[in-house]
């Protein structure tokens, strides 16, 4: 049983058959204040009555997957241990990824900007700007060098 709709128990679904693991998996479907209204199993949504036992032990799993979630990352985040591919940016520390994030709407946002972009974030000055740019871009401008050496 996940945590997660359609999506994510098709997902599950190509992982295990790529393993060659064979288990029934189902999903808990949510209504939209993130309450569970039904499972999904077997591309069927099959809804539970609310007031059923079957309900209260689904309610009962998701609200502890929920807490368990929430504790992990707690403990990462007390640790030291939530990575950002930002921070292997030279000239990026916290308050320039902060500002990346709330900049731009993605990771792909940031990958994709131009040095132009980069530099009307407040916080940033050219030097990290270009950090940015070339950290995202290095390989492509790598493989373009070498494409034209081997030509030559």
Same mark, same amino acid.
């Given at each position: 049983?996940?945590?997660?709709?359609?999506?994510?128990?098709?997902?599950?679904?190509?992982?295990?058959?790529?393993?060659?693991?064979?288990?029934?998996?189902?999903?808990?479907?949510?209504?939209?204040h993130h309450r569970?209204?039904?499972?999904?199993?077997?591309?069927?949504?099959?809804?539970?009555?609310?007031?059923?036992?079957?309900?209260?032990?689904?309610?009962? =799993?998701?609200?502890?997957?929920?807490?368990?979630?929430?504790?992990?990352?707690?403990?990462?985040?007390?640790?030291?241990? =939530?990575?950002?591919?930002?921070?292997?940016?030279? $000239?990026? $520390?916290?308050?320039?990824?902060?500002?990346?994030?709330?900049?731009?709407?993605?990771?792909?946002?940031?990958?994709?900007?131009? =040095?132009?972009?980069?530099?009307?974030?407040?916080?940033?000055?050219?030097?990290?700007?270009?950090?940015?740019?070339?950290?995202?871009?290095?390989?492509?401008?790598?493989?373009?060098?070498?494409?034209?050496?081997?030509?030559?």
């Amino acid at each position: 049983m996940m945590d997660g709709g359609k999506g994510q128990v098709n997902i599950a679904l190509e992982v295990l058959d790529e393993l060659h693991i064979s288990i029934p998996v189902c999903g808990m479907v949510k209504d939209d204040h993130h309450r569970t209204r039904g499972l999904y199993y077997q591309n069927i949504e099959i809804p539970i009555d609310h007031n059923s036992e079957g309900f209260r032990l689904i309610t009962r =799993v998701q609200d502890e997957a929920h807490r368990f979630a929430i504790e992990f990352h707690r403990k990462l985040r007390s640790q030291g241990q =939530v990575h950002s591919i930002l921070d292997d940016i030279p $000239g990026i $520390g916290p308050a320039r990824r902060k500002a990346l994030m709330r900049t731009f709407a993605s990771l792909d946002e940031i990958k994709n900007a131009e =040095v132009e972009d980069l530099k009307k974030i407040p916080s940033m000055d050219e030097k990290s700007a270009k950090n940015v740019y070339n950290f995202f871009r290095g390989s492509e401008k790598e493989d373009t060098e070498a494409t034209l050496m081997e030509e030559q």
